[in-house]
C-alpha cells in the first residue's frame, strides 16, 4: 500500500471538512475520489501531500509518516492543483526550467523539462502560459508535476471545465503515465463516468466515506438496472432489476402482449446521486 490513511480528521475553526475517514491506495493504481462542492476532495489532497495539518488521525505516503518526514513525502509526489500554479507571463517551458531548479536532485534542468513535454505531449513549449487554453493548461500543469518523477501523482480535480473530447485526451495521458510509469496516481473529479476507467473509488459526502469499491462493485451495489415495457395497449410498465437477466421471465411470459422492450443499464452517476442526494453545483 502506498498510501495509507486512518481515521484522517481536519477542521478548520468551527468547519469540519474532513471526518474520519480511512482508506488505502495500492502502488501503481488509479484512484478517484469522488465528491460535491464542498465534500473534503481538496482538504484531503492537502493533508496528503503536507499542504496543510491534519487535525487528527494518520496517514502514511510509501510507509513514511507525513508528519514526522513531510520533506520526503514531498520528493515521492507530483501535485496538479485545482488551480494552476504556473506563470502566465512565461512559456511553458521556462515554467517547467524555473520549476525543476528548484529541485535539488535535478542535475539537467533543460532536458527535465524537455523530457516533461515529450512525456505530456506538448508540441506549444515555445508559447506563453496565459495565452493556451483549459486543455493546453491542464497538460503543462501535469507536466510541471512530472519533473521529479513521483512515485504518486495527486491530481484535484484535471478535468473540470474541459470540453468532453479534451476531457478524454487528459484521461488517455493520466492512464498512460500511470501504466508506463507505474506511478500511483490519486484524484479528484465530478464526472462519474470518468472514474469509472479507474482502480478503485470512494464516494465522499460531508466529509464522510459513502462508499468504495471498484466500478463494478458499485454499480452491483447501489445502482438498479430498470426495465420499461410499452404493451400493444399503450400501457407502460417500469420495473427495478437486481440485474438484467430478471427480466427474461417476465418478458417470455407477456411476450404476445410487449410492443417494445428496453432495459437501461445503472450508471455511476446513479450510484453517485443515491449516495449523494445529487450534485448541488459544479464548479
Ligand atoms: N481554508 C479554509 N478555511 C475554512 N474552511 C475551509 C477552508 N478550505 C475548505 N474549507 C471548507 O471545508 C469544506 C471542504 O472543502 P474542500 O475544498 O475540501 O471541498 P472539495 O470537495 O474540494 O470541493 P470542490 O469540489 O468545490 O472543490 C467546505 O465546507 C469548505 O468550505
Ligand atoms: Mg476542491
Redo the contacts with the bound molecule.
Keep these: 500500500m502506498i498510501i495509507e490513511v486512518e481515521n484522517l480528521v ?1 477542521n ?2 468551527e ?4 471526518n474520519g475517514i480511512s482508506f488505502t491506495v495500492n502502488e501503481g493504481a488509479l484512484f478517484s ?1 469522488l ?12 493533508v496528503l501531500t503536507t499542504l ?1 495539518k491534519k487535525t487528527s488521525g494518520n496517514v502514511f505516503i510509501d510507509g513514511i509518516n507525513i508528519e514526522k518526514s513531510p520533506e520526503k513525502i514531498r520528493k515521492l509526489i507530483g501535485i496538479v492543483f ?1 488551480d494552476s500554479v504556473l506563470d502566465g507571463n512565461l512559456t511553458v517551458y521556462e515554467n517547467l526550467c524555473v520549476r525543476a531548479s528548484l529541485y535539488p536532485e535535478i542535475a539537467d534542468i533543460k532536458s527535465t523539462a524537455k523530457h516533461a513535454l515529450k512525456l505530456t505531449g506538448i508540441d506549444y513549449g515555445n508559447r506563453r502560459y496565459k495565452t493556451l487554453s483549459g486543455g493546453q493548461r491542464r497538460r503543462a500543469d501535469i507536466a510541471r508535476a512530472l519533473l521529479h518523477t513521483p512515485k504518486i501523482l495527486f491530481l ?2 484535471p478535468t ?1 471545465g474541459l470540453d468532453p473530447k479534451t476531457r478524454g485526451d487528459i484521461w488517455e495521458l493520466i492512464r498512460n503515465l500511470q501504466k508506463t510509469n507505474n506511478t500511483t496516481v490519486f484524484l ?1 473529479t ?1 464526472y462519474m463516468e470518468e472514474a469509472a476507467d479507474s482502480d478503485n473509488i470512494i464516494i ?1 459526502n460531508k ?1 464522510e466515506i459513502r462508499a468504495e469499491g471498484t466500478p463494478v462493485k458499485l454499480k452491483e451495489e447501489y445502482c438498479k438496472d430498470r426495465l420499461r415495457v410499452t404493451f400493444k395497449t399503450g400501457e407502460i410498465l417500469k420495473k427495478e432489476l437486481a440485474k438484467t437477466t430478471d427480466a427474461i421471465p417476465f418478458l417470455l411470459e407477456n411476450k404476445d402482449k410487449i410492443e417494445n422492450v428496453e432495459i437501461i443499464n445503472g450508471t455511476l452517476d446513479d450510484v453517485f446521486l443515491n449516495l449523494t442526494g445529487g450534485l448541488t453545483d ?2
Excluded: L, P
Excluded at 465528491?35 to 492537502?46: E, F, L, P, Y
Design positions: 481536519k478548520y475553526g468547519v469540519n471538512a474532513v475520489f465528491g460535491t462542492n464542498g465534500a473534503g476532495k481538496s482538504t484531503t489532497i492537502n496543510i485545482q484535484d480535480e473540470t479528484t465530478h465522499i466529509g459544479v464548479n
